[in-house]
Structures are given as C-alpha cells and as structure tokens.
C-alpha cells in the first residue's frame, strides 16, 4: 500500500474526526451542548465488551519480584526478532536470578547480567541468538492500523496508537514506531546500533521521549508498574547501583502462556480503535472533573491512557 502525505495525514484526521463522531453519538451528546461531557469513569462506565480484548499469553511476559508481579505485553509486529529472542531466553530461563542493576529517577529501571562484559563469567544464552539487527522502527504495510492522535507532537509528524500501543509515524520515510512513554520496555545495548539482543531490558519510570528511533522498543508494562517505579534509586552513575548498595533480585522472567492458567494474571486491555476510546481520549484532553477549572484542551500521546482491568471485571 502506497502512503501520499498529505492525503494520508488528512485520511487519518478525517478517521479520528469520525470515531470521535461515533462516540459523541453513542452518548447521545453534542460536544457544543451544555450538558456535561463524560469523564473518563463515566466513558469507562459505558464501555461494552466488544471494547476490551484480553492479552495474549503468548506475547505476555510476568517479571517476578520479592514484591509481586510485574505483567509485561509484548510488540511482535514492531521488533518481531527482538521479541522472539526475549521470548528464548524466558524460555532458557536466562533472567532468572539477574538484578536491577539500575535505577535513574525520572529515566529508566535497568536489569541484566553484572558479568556481561567477562566472556569467563558471563551467562550462557542458551539457545537465543546473541547478535541481532537493531529493529528502531518498522515500514508501514498494507496490514498497519493506526488511531491518530489529533494534537501535534514535539518528536514526530503524526502520534496515535497501534492496537495497545503508543507509537508515532512519519509518512514521508514510510516508517512507524513504539513511543518511550512512561512503563515502554526497551532494549539495552552499546554504542554500535547492533548489538542489543533482549538480553539487558529496561522500563521507563520517567521521560525518555528522545530515545524514540534509538533503541528497539519491545513493549510496556501494563500493570505492577508500582513495584518498578518505587525501587530505591542508585547512587552510581547514571543510576547504578554501587557495590555498597544491593542490586534488586529478579526471581523468574516467564513467558504467560508457559504458566499454568491457574496462576496467570487474565487481563483486559481497552481497544484503541473504537469510539470509546476516542470519548477517552476527549476526556482527557478536556478534563470536567468537578477539580478542574481550566481544561488543557491538549495531550500528548504519552498522556492518554490505556485502560487495563481484570478479565470479567464491571462488565454491563
């Protein structure tokens, strides 16, 4: 499929501009009218179950801690190697007993293997490949779905959402990519563009919107989000933690379709490709909660967020 800029930036526009029009629709209001518009726990409220989908256990990660359950979703259509070589080393339970080895407030929780530079002492891949192309953005495909996001963006020509996640994309290179928002997972490596291969992962506690094209981004967070961002921070540069101060444990990394159904954690995502979410984001963007006096009439992609609830929980 071939993308014209400027008649595929206005397809786009006129596609936010009709699902905000379905939205307005279903809650029979006019956003001109003097009846108060919806709050996000009112359009949350309405939602019906054809707007949520569960998470696919297969593109479902659980990072075990001393403190609970962090669930990560994964983005194989945006770094499908990447995924699929984190997904061997869950698999050769490669992080198990890894540490935090980082955490920089307002940036990035950090894990890996401390020895990963002593070829003597580092731990074995197993079966995962440890060479793999840096996969920083993604072509736009006949297949590619996108939401846009009607506010402009500082670090890109058009933002919006890719089924769970917030991406951007540029119609005149014909690419997309996941944005660094707050709980995006992405992949450590060195100078050379190459040489991360899933092996060392980090959350975003903060902002890190300039790393967008940098580093392959393989998915979010999408709950225990609390268990990260509350870590002690390090002393060391950059965020490390010193020899003087303990490293956080992981117990396990496990893929969720590897984990018998009894103990997995079954959630619900809200879709970002209905009216319901773009009553969302208006809600958002004008807030009229009782608090708020004087609405934003802005967001950014970053700033929306993407609902997540436990399979069968407030369904009409």
Same mark, same amino acid.
């Given at each position: 499929?071939?993308?014209?800029?400027?008649?595929?930036?206005?397809?786009?526009?006129?596609?936010?501009?009709?699902?905000?029009?379905?939205?307005?629709?279903? &809650?029979?209001? #006019?956003?001109? !009218?003097?009846?108060?518009?919806? $709050?996000? *726990?009112?359009? +949350?409220?309405?939602?019906?179950?054809?707007?949520?989908?569960?998470?696919?256990?297969?593109?479902?990660?659980?990072?075990?801690?001393a403190t609970g359950r962090v669930v990560i979703e994964l983005a194989p259509q945006f770094a499908p190697h990447t995924v699929a070589n984190i997904?061997?080393?869950?698999?050769?339970?490669y992080y198990d007993g890894l540490d935090i080895l980082r955490v920089q407030d307002n940036y990035v929780v950090q894990w890996g293997d401390l020895?990963?530079?002593?070829?003597?002492?580092?731990?074995?891949?197993?079966?995962?490949?440890?060479?793999?192309?840096?996969?920083?953005?993604?072509?736009?495909?006949?297949?590619?779905?996108?939401?846009?996001?009607?506010?402009?963006?500082?670090?890109?020509?058009?933002?919006? &959402?890719?089924? #769970?996640?917030? !991406?951007?994309?540029?119609?005149? $290179?014909? *690419?997309?990519? +996941?944005?660094?928002?707050?709980?995006?997972?992405?992949?450590?490596?060195?100078?050379?563009?190459?040489?991360?291969?899933?092996?060392?992962?980090?959350v975003v506690i903060g902002g890190a919107r300039w790393l967008d094209r940098n580093i392959t981004v393989v998915g979010r967070v999408v709950q225990?989000?609390?268990?990260?961002?509350?870590?002690?921070?390090?002393?060391?540069?950059?965020?490390?933690?010193?020899?003087?101060?303990?490293?956080?444990?992981?117990?396990?990394?496990?893929?969720?379709?590897?984990?018998?159904?009894?103990?997995?954690?079954?959630?619900?995502?809200?879709?970002?490709?209905?009216?319901?979410?773009?009553?969302?984001?208006?809600?958002?963007?004008?807030?009229?909660?009782?608090?708020?006096?004087?609405?934003?009439?802005?967001?950014?992609?970053?700033?929306?967020?993407?609902?997540?609830?436990?399979?069968?929980?407030?369904?009409?």
């Open positions: 499929m071939k993308y014209k800029t400027r008649s595929t930036r206005r397809m786009l526009h006129g596609l936010f501009a009709c699902l905000l029009a379905s939205a307005v629709s279903a &809650f029979g209001a #006019d956003p001109s !009218a003097s009846a108060k518009p919806p $709050t996000m *726990a009112d359009v +949350l409220a309405a939602s019906k179950p054809a707007d949520w989908h569960a998470l696919d256990p297969a593109d479902t990660l659980y990072l075990q801690l997904k061997a080393l869950a698999r050769e339970k020895n990963a530079d002593n070829p003597a002492k580092r731990r074995s891949l197993g079966k995962a490949q440890s060479t793999l192309k840096a996969e920083f953005t993604l072509p736009l495909g006949k297949d590619f779905t996108f939401t846009p996001l009607q506010d402009r963006d500082g670090y890109a020509p058009q933002t919006g &959402f890719a089924g #769970d996640f917030p !991406a951007a994309l540029d119609l005149t $290179t014909h *690419a997309t990519w +996941l944005t660094h928002c707050y709980g995006t997972v992405g992949v450590g490596r060195d100078n050379d563009a190459n040489s991360g291969n899933g092996a060392e992962l980090y225990g989000m609390e268990l990260l961002s509350s870590l002690p921070r390090g002393s060391g540069e950059l965020g490390f933690y010193t020899k003087i101060e303990h490293p956080v444990p992981i117990e396990s990394i496990r893929l969720a379709a590897d984990v018998p159904p009894a103990q997995r954690t079954n959630l619900e995502i809200l879709r970002t490709d209905t009216p319901t979410f773009a009553t969302l984001i208006e809600s958002r963007r004008n807030r009229h909660d009782d608090w708020y006096k004087v609405p934003a009439g802005y967001i950014d992609v970053c700033n929306v967020p993407i609902p997540v609830r436990a399979v069968g929980a407030m369904k009409p």
